[in-house]
């Protein structure tokens, strides 16, 4: 019971509204969009002092056109995000749609090493999908349990896992 008023709540935080200025729910969109949003949430837009993170949470590589110092806009960060997670969904791609779009935003954050090397991983892979309790322990910083990883990890559960 806990679980899904848990669930619940998480899905009652991510409520966008569209351009005439309503309010809609995300479960109506596509589960890519519904990542894309999620991710913009909880990353936020990165200011330059964040360097080497960028847009919404892009980690500059050696090679890429990005300074140390620069802002991008909205439009910028969207369309980099947009990139990386398809990126990391491409990544999963073997283990059907509705996996690789949960794989690929738990990448989007935690690294697609961390994700190959985790039991949420391993689960889905052999057929088990049972792995609520796998996924959202992924909501430790530098150790401690992070209540902001928490509940984005129960969101991103509640609007992207498929059972």
């Known amino acids: 019971m806990r679980k899904i008023l ?9 409520i966008v509204g569209n351009a005439a200025g ?3 729910n995300i479960m109506n969109l596509p589960p890519f969009e519904r990542a894309v949003i999620i991710i913009k949430k909880f990353e936020t837009l990165h200011r330059p002092c964040h360097w080497p993170a ?3 949470g892009h980690m500059v590589q050696p090679g890429e056109p990005y300074r140390r110092g620069i802002q991008l806009t909205e439009r910028q960060a969207d369309i980099l995000l947009r990139n990386d997670l398809m990126k990391f969904i491409s990544l999963y791609k073997h283990m ?11 990448a989007y954050n935690i690294g697609p090493g961390a994700v190959n090397k985790s039991t949420v991983y391993r689960k889905l892979k052999r057929g088990d999908r049972n792995i609520y309790k ?5 909501c430790h910083y530098k150790g401690k349990r992070h209540s902001g990883l928490l509940k984005r990890r129960i969101t991103e559960f509640a609007a992207l896992y498929v059972r």
């Open 96 to 106: 059907g749609e509705r996996d690789a779009i949960l794989l690929g935003t738990l």
């Open 54 to 56: 960028i847009g919404y």
């Open 6 to 14: 848990l669930m619940l709540l998480a899905l009652l935080t991510v």
């Open 134 to 138: 796998e996924y959202i322990a992924h």
């Open 22 to 24: 309503r309010k809609i």
